[in-house]
């Protein structure tokens, strides 16, 4: 039996098939697109799968948002948002390669079974060419996977560990986002300059994968510029609770606490380590200070008043001054009436990246996507000059220090931006320790 | 040895919201032999009781200030709550800060009332069905307030701050002549259960009421044929359970910020706790409440996670497990209650 | 006829039929047409329909007969998975030896599990067996993926890397799971008029376990294995006074449903060759209770029902995002279009929860035997209720079988 991934949708679409009978499967072949649900009719689809239901659903909320923002843009309606100032200028407003742009939706739960169950009912069911979305790791990893099997495209939604394009990178998946080694590579000057260089500290680390690589990447750092590492501790990712760990920092000799928690799990550690009064202490003759490596504004927004004056890093912020930025901040603003999350953003980038790959390519053929992406430089897309690196489909860009701000305004400006870190600071080679074993294989265009 | 305390204290205020969720369930799961797994979903409706007292006097009224820009360029829209307007930004803000323990008086006739309308709506109609069906029914339901609370207050979790003169640390320490710091919010949350759970006995033990629902709990039948209506009492008890619950989530809040979904975390370990005390024993309930949150703060310590890697997260179910098998009916159960 | 008596063996062509057109049955709509969101004849959600089905039959030996509710079946399930990932890793995609491995390693996990966990009954029997696949969950979460031992590889998922031995793969079989080179991917489309039918290589595999295990199950219903593990749910105190000790008889039945889940775990990781920790939690180990439930505890083709629902909820439910609402209610004027798309939006897509809930309280109070009930009221409503009679199912698919 032959192997074919093409959708129904997509078979139909060739209008080949009229009346009963037997349709031959290798139809799509006999086109000349000899890949996994190669467009057919007027329009393409893209899949959005983000989480809706569980604790990350605000988070996959957004990212909707600014998917369908994309999508608006992409087919000319609204007022074009970034395509004015991308630097490429092959996207026209008319769909892609003239197809209007038509997307899926469905709902990760934030469980890799259940991201992967949506993302093939987007690819099998519903002729998805690209899969876009997400709010962790371990999903982006595990529907980068599926997405190289199936032979379509990947572009990583919010996904920080180092693994993502480091022991699991996939030639079929992308990451805008930054990750784990440049949080690290970005917060240690700010915090030398900050809090010195002679500090001791205290890590509670999220106990799974990307905990593991954020407390990899932040030790390795500051360690490097003279910090004292006092005691790592992996706290059960269900906890709701933290005061049992936070509790022994009390004593334990450190001055700063780092803690490597994200979403849930970040707001409840920081909440309960304001409350036990560590950020009154003076320990070593110095002030107590707090760093969170990876923050967002969804988290800052459930963390409140706390994350005032708390440092941490972001691949990008709406505060942002290039023109990229402002002209994505102006559309979702003005659609939505509120500035868009980091996660937002790097789904808009990257549905708009597709896109122009595929202009660029002259095809949806993923293997052409890749070649068109990899080693891509762009700008004006926010985050400055980009770069999407050949041997690990990462991006290469600046990366933001923000700190909890002091006296906010509103709603939305709870967190500063202290720093933008120039990309060569947290730029490292493809095989560095941090990021070995992975093997990115050939692209798979399916069928 | 000021760890150990400190541990032990930390235990303490686990074992605090374990012991009062463990005892609401016990009423309604040790007693009425309903499962309840909606019994989770009324310690977060609690939690958001306060939540929305705190919005409702956050309600605000919009100036535009043209000084300010907004993020769009737009003149900045300056927000005052109307109680501050009321009664000054003095007093205004004081009740503003005082929501949570406000919220305490507002949240009893509410979660009273959520019980009674569960009780007499749905459960009623299931105290004779298969436990299965009681999980089923009580399941839904609990999904059901989960997704209405998160339609209207979103998956983020909400602060919900406790007053300036109760936030902070206290010393501790000072009795024992030690150095030991403790968030005063804490103490607090642990001093109120212990209130709780003493006038929920005390409630039980020296009431004609109390009596009446005891005795009914040992025999409903014989209690029925002497002609007291005992299901209007079990009605009553299904409300305590549920304030109970719900104050519980009200005075959680500022510990940890309330979310849709902090019902089904706490879920699970109740009925953990619950089956550990033992069936049908509001004691064990209470006992086996602490003892778990005290071995998991024991577990979380940096000797015990190296000495036996990943013992903080199954700390709970371990002792569960050895509890169970030493211990045929958990630390205090009666015999024949929900055995078969 | 094979060992069945007729109405058996009525429900057993009734359940090959459902398996063998299900990519037919399950999309009733034309490809084009907008109803098309409803339509569930793609091979994933095929697969899961089965596999599910598969994992809730083998609850429903334990549950529905013993009365015995275990609470941590999902740790089978997930125990299962992980033994045939490890296969495709140490030998080679081929699937048999994979699902051959985790249904023995399901077993030997559950007899373990199962003969701690019967020295108790009732609730503290649930508890002891959640307080297993909980802890289960925890360890391959998160300790037993650390880098030196990496046992589950935690959060991402057990997965097949290029540098893994795989001594029997060769370059002449696909890189995915196939069964002596078919691919488990392997589709071929049906264009009949409007409509497309997928035929998928890996559904019809699972279909082919689900019916074999279903077969089984109606077996030991009928057995008088069956009926022992009947008398135990009804009152085993009074057999044990009749000096038979049951012990054996539970355990049996419990590492048979273990077997069960593995078989669905083992399936589930040779069409999509991942096996996430997640499988484990608690959440996995109720939704297995709640298909059961849902669909008739006790009645033999109640669970599969259960599981198709849910699951059909699931990944159905949670696609319709509001562009389509719009598209569906585009003929209506403006202003009622969007009313009815502010009506219907928090039931579906990101509100698929709140449906799945509100359907559970519907089920559980209407039709208190579950969806088995449900379609019987039907058949007795359509075939006229003078035909009462004939209502002598009732006695074998007791719909109150649950306690």
């Known amino acids: ?447 | 040895m000021d760890a150990i305390l400190l541990q032990t204290l930390n235990g303490l205020d686990k074992g605090s919201a374990y012991a009062l969720i463990a005892l609401g369930l016990t009423l309604i799961f040790g007693t009425l032999g309903v499962v309840n797994f909606a019994h989770g979903a009324l310690f977060m409706i609690g939690a958001f009781c306060a939540v929305t007292l705190q919005r409702v006097l956050s309600l605000s009224y919009e100036t535009i200030d043209e000084t300010q820009k907004d993020f769009l360029g737009n003149p900045l829209k300056v927000k005052t709550p109307y109680v501050e307007s009321w009664f000054g930004p003095d007093v205004g803000g004081a009740i503003i800060e005082w929501s949570v323990p406000l919220a305490l008086l507002f949240a009893i006739p509410i979660m009273i009332g959520v019980g009674f309308a569960m009780e007499r709506g749905l459960i009623k109609h299931f105290y004779k069905r298969p436990h299965a069906d009681q999980i089923l029914v009580t399941f839904g339901l609990a999904i059901v307030l989960q997704e209405v609370v998160k339609y209207f207050f979103g998956a983020n979790p909400i602060q919900t701050p406790p007053p300036d003169a109760l936030n902070g640390v206290a010393n501790v320490g000072i009795i024992f002549g030690m150095d030991i710091v403790y968030p005063v919010w804490r103490l607090v949350y642990f001093l109120f259960s212990l209130l709780i759970i003493g006038a929920v006995f005390a409630f039980l033990q020296f009431t004609t009421f109390g009596m009446v629902v005891r005795a009914g709990m040992a025999d409903r039948e014989t209690v029925g044929l002497l002609g007291i209506n005992i299901d209007r009492r079990f009605t009553i008890m299904f409300g305590i359970a549920a304030a109970v619950a719900g104050l519980a989530g009200v005075m959680y809040g500022p510990i940890n910020a309330p979310n849709y979904h902090m019902g089904m975390d706490f879920l699970v370990l109740s009925f953990v706790v619950v089956v550990v005390g033992g069936m049908g024993s509001l004691p064990g309930a209470v006992l086996a409440g602490f003892l778990l949150g005290i071995l998991e703060s024991y577990a979380s310590t940096t000797w015990a996670t190296t000495t036996i890697p990943g013992i903080n997260q199954i700390i709970i179910y371990l002792v569960a497990i050895v509890v169970l098998l030493t211990r045929p009916r958990g630390l205090m159960g009666r015999k024949g209650v929900m055995e078969d | 006829m094979l060992g069945l008596n007729s109405k058996d063996f009525r429900l057993f062509l009734v359940v090959i039929g459902l398996t063998l057109f299900a990519p037919v049955l399950l999309n009733p709509f034309p490809t084009e047409s907008g109803l098309a969101q409803f339509n569930a004849g793609y091979p994933d959600l095929m697969q899961r329909f089965v596999i599910f089905g598969i994992f809730a039959i083998g609850f429903n030996i334990l549950f529905g007969l013993t009365g015995y509710l275990s609470f941590g079946h999902a740790a089978f399930l997930g125990v299962g998975s992980y033994a045939a990932v490890w296969m495709f890793k140490l030998l080679s995609y081929n699937v048999l030896p994979a699902i051959a491995l985790s249904v023995i390693v399901a077993a030997i996990f559950s007899l373990a599990i199962g003969f701690v966990s019967l020295r108790r009954s009732g609730i503290y029997f649930s508890i002891l067996t959640l307080a297993f696949a909980q802890m289960s969950f925890a360890l391959a979460y998160s300790v037993l993926s650390n880098p030196k031992f990496n046992l589950t590889n935690g959060e991402t998922g057990l997965q097949v890397y290029n540098d893994d031995p795989q001594i029997f793969h060769s370059d002449r079989l696909p890189d995915l799971p196939h069964l002596f080179g078919l691919s488990m991917r392997a589709s071929t489309d049906i264009a009949l008029g409007p409509w497309t039918f997928t035929l998928n290589a890996g559904y019809y595999l699972s279909a082919v376990f689900m019916v074999a295990a279903f077969y089984i199950a109606i077996r030991l219903f009928r057995s008088p294995f069956g009926m022992m593990l009947r008398a135990i749910k009804t009152n085993q105190t009074r057999l044990n006074y009749t000096g038979l000790n049951s012990r054996p008889y539970t355990l049996a039945a419990f590492v048979i449903s273990g077997a069960y889940a593995g078989l669905a775990g083992g399936l589930l990781a040779a069409m999509d060759p991942l096996a996430g920790a997640e499988r484990m939690q608690w959440t996995a180990s109720g939704e297995v209770v709640l298909m059961t439930i849902l669909g008739g505890a006790g009645t033999l083709i109640g669970p599969i029902l259960g599981s198709g629902l849910i699951k059909y909820f699931e990944n159905i439910f949670s696609k319709i995002n509001d562009d389509v609402l719009h598209s569906w209610f585009a003929f209506m004027p403006d202003g009622l279009e969007d009313a009815m798309v502010f009506i219907v939006h928090p039931f579906v897509g990101k509100g698929w929860h709140l449906t799945l809930g509100i359907v559970f309280m519907l089920v559980v109070i209407f039709l208190p035997g579950g969806l088995v009930e449900g379609g019987q009221r039907l058949w007795r409503w359509i075939t006229g209720a003078n035909r009462k009679k004939s209502d002598d199912q009732d006695t074998k698919h007791a719909p109150h079988a649950a306690e």
């Open chain 1, 1 to 447: 039996m032959s192997k074919t991934t093409v959708s129904r949708r997509g078979v139909l679409k060739t209008g080949a098939v009229a009346g009963a009978g037997l349709a031959a499967p290798k139809l799509l072949l006999a086109d000349g697109h000899a890949y996994t649900n190669a467009p057919t009719g007027s329009t393409v689809t893209l899949g959005f799968n983000v989480p809706q239901t569980g604790p990350y659903a605000d988070e996959g909320n957004d990212e909707l948002l600014a998917q369908q923002l994309a999508v608006e843009h992409l087919n000319g309606e609204g007022d074009g948002g970034c395509l004015n100032t991308f630097t490429s200028k092959a996207l026209q407003g008319n769909g892609i390669l003239g197809k209007k742009v038509e997307f899926v939706t469905g709902d990760t739960q934030t469980k890799s079974d259940a991201a992967r169950a949506s993302a093939k009912s987007m690819i099998e069911k519903d002729g998805a060419v690209m899969i876009n979305g997400g709010s962790s790791s371990g999903v982006a990893v595990a529907v980068q996977g599926l997405c190289q099997e199936a032979g379509v495209i990947f572009m990583a939604g919010l996904t920080h560990a180092n693994d993502t394009t480091g022991k699991d990178r996939k030639a079929n998946g992308f990451r805008h986002f930054f990750n784990a080694y440049m949080s690290g590579a970005a917060l240690a000057p700010v915090l030398a300059a900050e809090m010195g260089t002679e500090r001791r500290a205290y890590h509670l680390t999220a106990d799974y994968n990307w905990g593991w690589t954020q407390e990899e990447s932040i030790v390795a750092s500051t360690e490097a510029m003279g910090w004292e590492t006092v005691n790592t501790v992996k706290t059960p990712l269900a906890s709701t609770d933290f005061s049992s760990y936070i509790a022994p920092v009390l004593n334990s000799g450190a001055d700063v606490l780092v803690l490597n928690h994200y979403g849930g799990n970040m707001v409840n550690s920081l909440t309960n380590a304001i409350q036990f009064g560590l950020l009154d202490k003076v320990v070593n003759n110095k002030d107590f200070k707090i760093v969170v490596p990876l923050y967002s504004e969804l988290m800052a927004a459930g963390a409140g008043e706390n994350i005032k004056g708390v440092l941490g890093s972001m691949n990008w912020n709406w505060q942002l001054q290039d023109a990229g930025t402002k002209a994505f901040v102006k559309s979702f603003g003005e659609k939505y009436g509120r500035p868009p999350s980091n996660s937002a953003q790097t789904c808009y980038a990257q549905v708009l990246l597709y896109a122009d790959a595929c202009e660029r390519a002259g095809t949806f053929n993923p293997c052409g996507v890749v070649e068109a992406l990899e080693g891509y430089e762009f700008d004006g897309l926010g985050n400055g000059k980009t770069l999407y690196r050949a041997d690990d489909h990462q991006c290469f860009k600046d990366v933001l220090v923000v700190r909890g701000a002091q006296n906010p305004t509103n709603a939305y400006d709870t967190l500063e931006i202290v720093e933008v870190t120039p990309v060569e600071q947290v730029t490292y080679t493809p095989d560095h320790p941090m990021f070995a074993g992975g093997d990115l294989g050939t692209c798979n265009p399916g069928a």
